[in-house]
């Protein structure tokens, strides 16, 4: 089945670091992604990984997989204020283009 | 550069009325755009991919004959609601793929707020 969990709410004071976390279901994904929505916008692409990789570090983005235990990871070093926004993690599914996203994580950083 | 378009932004319509959604990606082709539902504070759920030149995929619960899709161009989508009523109230969210390179990556446009009263 195709099913995608996050944790809600996340609080982090600036300049400490940001772990999000997700777990997923679907062993058969390929590709796994985090976006950052903020307030009544669309999504922005902030980095993925492919499934056969287990880390992926993009400036001050670090993202772990567990395959095995199927979680994912988005750390964000440095948080600063501008990173307050929802985040979500998504799948894309083998031999599809359909990406199944998680229930998204609200990241509030206060100074 | 990949960059999309929506429109409205925000859209009021009275119950019963139809109302329509543009999705167009600016500055590249995309054979493949796919139109999302995000409800309030809840995850984006996909509606139905949207292919240039053939009838879109609905996704399981989604009814066709209610949200029309149209994919006319390799630079534009719609989204037709017909016969809106409250609860189609949403934010409407839609992607084009860009098929270059694996992972093919979807970009999104701003989103449509469609509030039926």
């Known amino acids: 089945g195709e099913d995608v969990e996050q944790s809600l709410f996340l609080s982090v004071r600036e300049g400490d670091s940001s772990v999000i976390n997700c777990t997923y279901t679907?062993?058969?994904?390929?590709?796994l992604y985090w976006y950052k929505q903020e307030p009544g916008a669309g999504l922005q692409l902030l980095t993925y990984i492919f499934s056969n990789m287990d880390m992926k570090q993009d400036q001050r983005l670090t993202v772990l997989l567990n395959k095995k235990d199927k979680h994912l990871s988005l750390r964000i070093a440095d948080t600063q204020t501008g990173d307050s926004a929802i985040y979500f993690c998504?799948?894309?599914?083998?031999?599809?283009?359909?990406?199944?996203f998680g229930t998204g994580t609200r990241l509030q950083v206060f100074p | 550069g990949a960059v999309v378009s929506q429109h409205p932004s925000r859209v009021i319509c009275k119950s019963g009325t139809s109302v329509k959604i543009e999705c167009r990606s600016l500055?590249?082709?995309?054979?493949?755009m796919f139109w999302y539902r995000q409800f309030p504070k809840k995850s984006l759920m996909l509606m139905a991919t949207s292919n240039e030149g053939s009838k879109a995929t609905y996704e399981q619960g989604v009814e066709k004959d209610k949200f029309l899709i149209n994919h006319a161009s390799l630079t534009l989508s719609t989204l037709t609601v017909t016969s809106a009523h409250p609860e189609d109230s949403s934010f409407y969210i839609c992607?084009?793929?860009?098929?270059?390179?694996?992972?093919?990556?979807?970009?999104f446009g701003p989103g449509t707020r469609l509030t039926v009263t």
């Open positions: 500055d590249f082709q995309a054979t493949t």
């Open positions: 992607s084009a793929q860009l098929a270059a390179t694996l992972p093919y990556e979807q970009y």
């Open positions: 679907d062993s058969s994904s390929t590709y």
């Open positions: 998504a799948e894309s599914m083998y031999n599809t283009d359909k990406l199944i």
